[in-house]
Every structure is written in C-alpha cells, then in structure tokens.
C-alpha cells in the first residue's frame, strides 16, 4: 500500500505532488483570508499515510504534524521528513479510537485537515466524536477541512471483475484479483471485498467491512493465509456532512 501511495502515476492511494502542492496552496489562502497575515501556520493532518501534505506544509515554513493507524505510512513520513530535516511530527492515531489520543502539545491549531481521509468509511457516531474532538484543539477561528466524496457522485452499483495481474494493491507478484463491489440501498452504504488468490495454490482469503447504523461489523474468512490475502473497505455516504466543512 506505501507503494501505491507514492507512486505518481495514479491516485488510487494519494494524489500526486502536484495536485498535492495545489491542495496546500489552496489551504494557505483560505487561511490567510481567516486570519489575515503569512505567518506560519500550526496543522494537523488526520489520516495523514505517508505524510505527503505534512511535509509540503514544512517545506513551506509551517509546523506540521500528521497521525494514521498505519505503520508502513507512519515509518515513512518520520523517516522522508528526518531526511529533509522538516519540522513535522507524526502520530500513530486510530480516529474511531477515543483513548488513543495525541499528544497534548498538538493544540492552538491554526487548521485541522483530512484530505481524502475517506471522511465517509467510518461509522458516523465514531466520526462525529473524533471531530468534536479534534475541533477542541483548533485556535478560535481555525479552519476544519473535510474532503469527502460528494454524495451525487456517488456509485450505486454492483460489480464484479476478475483480473490476472502481475502485482496489485493488495500483493505482490503473479496472482488473480477479483473485486466485488456492492451497494445495500438499507444502510447506503457500499460493501467492497477485494479477493487475492493465488495461482498456484488457489488459496484465498477475505476480509469484509460492512457500514451499520450502530456500527461496524467486521468478519474474516480464510483458506489458506500465508499464501493468500485480500483486503474490503466500505464507503459511506456523508449523510451527517458537520457545518464547518470544505472540499477541494
Ligand atoms: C486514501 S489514504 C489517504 C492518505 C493521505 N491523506 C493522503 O492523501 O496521502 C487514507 C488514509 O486513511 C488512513 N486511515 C484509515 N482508517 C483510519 C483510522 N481509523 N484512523 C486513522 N487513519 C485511518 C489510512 O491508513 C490511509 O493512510
């Protein structure tokens, strides 16, 4: 996945450094329009991967600091930035984890983004308590900035692909990769499971993630696990968009 991130030819995982020293762009005049002055900024970036916008915002003189759940990303953005000796630190931070939270000097935030943080894959109880606290550690008058995929462009369908690939988001090497996609009108929510089976042994496993009202429910079925992996994710609608709330 770290790979997928970093690579400029596609935005499966993360834009490419153009679209994202656009987004960085974009965040500096809407705070210079707040607060009226260029001085460096305070920004925590949520659900930061590889820290690729964290370490945009130091290049240009702010202090940044970025949290995910994953360690691969985390390993990433700590290491690229002591390379570069950016001012930027980073946190392993589950959002729909409350008590596990950051550290307390990351406060008097002059912005709180989360680009293409997939605000909608999370259960909408989970999310609203992140935010509210999060909220709690912007300066009066900062900036909350939500991507979310817009509702009317979402996809309601059903899908099924097979594919034979030499490698995959989820896998290395030789293998077949189906992909199921599924939209359950009830919860509107749509259901992904992405199966890796590999050619020689034909052993398979899944993980699928569905979006509840009250929650989420996880299941996981395996054949074979070492030979084999696959990986879901569910996408929800923003139903409960917050007020103070932009896109780009
Ligand atoms: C599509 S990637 C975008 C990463 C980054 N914002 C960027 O644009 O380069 C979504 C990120 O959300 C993170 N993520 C998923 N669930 C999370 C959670 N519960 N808490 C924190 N981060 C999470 C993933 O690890 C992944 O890095």
Request: aromatic share 4%.
């Given at each position: 996945m770290l790979r997928l991130h970093l690579d400029?030819?596609?935005?499966?995982a993360s834009r490419s450094l153009p679209v994202i020293r656009a987004h960085v762009g974009w965040l500096e005049d809407r705070l210079a329009e707040a607060f009226g002055d260029a001085a460096p900024r305070r920004v925590l970036d949520v659900?930061?991967?590889?820290?690729l916008y964290c370490h945009e915002l130091a290049r240009r003189g702010h202090r940044a600091w970025g949290c995910d759940v994953a360690p691969a990303a985390l390993r990433h953005a700590r290491a690229a930035a002591a390379s570069e000796g950016l001012a930027c630190g980073f946190h392993a931070a589950d959002l729909e984890d409350p008590d596990a939270p950051l550290p307390r000097d990351i406060t008097d935030l002059d912005a709180v983004t989360l680009w293409y943080?997939?605000?909608?894959?999370?259960?909408p109880g989970a999310m609203l308590a992140a935010l509210t606290a999060l909220a709690g550690r912007l300066r009066p008058g900062g900036l909350m900035i939500l991507e979310y995929q817009p509702w009317e462009l979402y996809p309601r369908e059903d899908l099924l692909e097979w594919r034979a690939c030499e490698g995959s988001p989820f896998a290395d090497g030789p293998h077949f990769w189906l992909q199921e996609y599924h939209w359950d009108e009830a919860s509107q929510s749509e259901i992904n499971v992405h199966w890796i089976v590999?050619?020689?042994?034909?052993a398979a496993s899944a993980t699928r993630r569905a979006g509840a009202p009250g929650g989420t429910r996880t299941s996981r079925g395996c054949a074979r696990p070492p030979a084999s992996s696959a990986a879901c994710s569910c996408r929800r609608s923003p139903?409960?968009?917050?007020?103070?709330s932009s896109r780009c």
């Open positions: 400029q030819s596609t935005h499966m659900a930061c991967g590889p820290g943080g997939e605000v909608h894959a999370h259960p590999d050619p020689a042994t034909g139903a409960w968009t917050p007020a103070t």
